[in-house]
């Protein structure tokens, strides 16, 4: 970088100075000082920080001796400093008056600073020769480059530009690339800067041959992920995506992905994918609490493969107030269609649905599970013998799972929406107890509020088709009420009941609820909400209404939502308190 007529400014800066500090200091005696207060005016934010990160008077250290020689020294280095602290920002011509003012043997020192006026950008010129000219990411770099012409010379902004440029010229597989010419002239006469910034591209490069190096899985598990073919433009996306990928599949405890360029012919890029073993075993062992489910003790333990084909065993019990379950699934890599997993899993489970009681379940779901495109999905077959005090059932029945969420990020977005969508079916032909069809829908819509605020909407449906209602097991019937539902009511309290005043659930369901929240720091924060909803049977629905209040922490582990809602329906009025876990979407 070229800067004209920095010295000139410098020395008439020291020299004013040292006027002021020699006429207040030579009376001193030569005794130990001690340094106080520094004040700095005129600035504030980043450049008040950068200033005391270059002030040698900021950062004098304690054990040494401050004498008057010391201190003289110390305020004849300011000037420079404080103008060296202040280039970056486009400030070359400040004006300043350092003031020492003793109290006894302490001596405080302000500094005041006026900026100025900037240096502004007078022209700029950014240029790509090579194939890369014609690539429009870094083309939409150029054309957004900073600081434009106008703007001050923010050497920030400048660094961060010139660096995202050249990042994007790796990123994009120009490994030949090189710098041309790079300047920023600097003419402080006419407080004007000129930009010019030249690169040579060369050819991109290709993707060549994968080459696994240290996996304990068979290579054609791990081919499956592969984002890319052999051939195609290289982009780092594709390796982000790749890392993303192998280190979802828990395999290995190390993934490291590069480019090797140098080993491959002309234009192409064989890439290298280092491995380790993560440990086969995994186990977990935890205290659980949900106000919809009481407490709990959860024990696990994860086989993450069982052998090199990739296969995995997943086993995992809890004992709690209102659910207890033993849950065991067998996992196999898919190795055609879709990326995903087939898989085994059979269930126990006892636990208190509505007013049926204790319920005793017994499931088994035979499933095929993966991604398409930006869906996943998952196709299952599920026998279910379902006994309860009232009734026991047994159902067999296919279902299909869709769903898809993007937001702006994975714990706390402020932009986000997520759905899903869920069939299943059962008839006599295929050993269901009942024919029936139900169709279950849920969204969230995430959209921030200002700063710190989001408004959040929430809604589900779901609907039966059935004649033989009364066969269906209680898990598979439709309830409103508790912390993911409607809050300010227990959990599955809201539905039809019998002559007796016991909620049997509906056929069909209907729920919303919307929900602002404000930071106050970036850890916590408050919100309102209402929540409406209800289970029917087929013309009776009648909405209850839920209000509330509550506290959220974005924890190290994901969001805390602590709520405290009343039913305005719910006679009683009673205050309930909903405790949830986990994202949004």
Known sequence: MHEAGSRPARRGL??????????????????????????????????????????????????????????????????????????????????????????????????????????????????????????????????????????????????????????????????????GEQRVAVERA????????????????????????????????????????????????????????????????????????EQGEGTVAPIEVGLGAAKRSAYSAGISYGTDHGAAIELGLERRYVNRRGHKFDTDLMLGQQRSLANTVYRIPALSGPVGWWSAGLELREEQVADFGRTETAELVLARSGKLAAYLFSAELHVLRQRTDLLASTLVYPQLTVEHSHGDHPLYPRHGFGWSVTLRAGHAAIGSDADFAQAVASATWIRPFGERRRLILRGSAGSTWTDEFGELPPTLRFYAGGDRSVRGYGYQEIGPRDADGRVLGGKHLLAAGAELEHMFTDAWGAAVFVDAGDAFESDDFDARIGVGAGLRWRSPVGPVRVDLGVGLDDPERAVRLHLTIGPEL
């Open 190 to 261: 006419r407080h004007a800067a000129d930009i010019h910034l030249e690169w040579d591209s060369g050819e991109r490069h290709a993707f060549g041959p994968t080459r696994f190096v240290g996996s304990h899985i068979d290579e054609a598990v791990l081919r499956r992920h592969l984002p890319w073919d052999e051939g195609e433009p290289f982009t780092q996306e594709k390796l982000v995506a790749l890392h993303q990928a192998l280190a979802a599949l828990d395999y290995f405890a190390l993934v490291d992905i590069q480019p090797r360029p």
């Open 14 to 179: 020291r020299a004013a100075v040292a006027l002021v500090a020699g006429g207040l200091l030579c009376p001193l005696p030569a005794l130990a000082l001690e340094l106080g207060a520094l004040t700095i005016e005129g600035v504030t934010g980043a450049l008040e920080e950068n200033i005391r990160a270059r002030l040698s008077l900021a950062h004098h250290p304690d054990e040494e001796p401050l004498t008057e020689a010391r201190l003289s020294w110390l305020l004849r280095q300011a000037p420079g400093e404080v103008l060296g602290a202040l280039e970056p920002f486009g400030y070359y011509e400040p004006e300043l008056t350092i003031t020492p003012a003793r109290r006894g043997d302490t001596v405080d020192v302000t500094i005041a600073v006026a900026r100025g006026e900037p240096v502004r950008v007078a022209s700029q010129s950014v240029s790509i020769r090579g194939e890369a000219a014609g690539d429009p990411v870094l083309g939409e770099l150029r054309g957004n480059f900073r600081p434009a012409v106008g703007q001050p010379l923010d050497h920030r902004v400048y660094e961060a530009s010139k660096g995202a440029i050249q990042r994007a010229l790796l990123a994009r597989g120009y490994f030949d690339a090189e710098p």
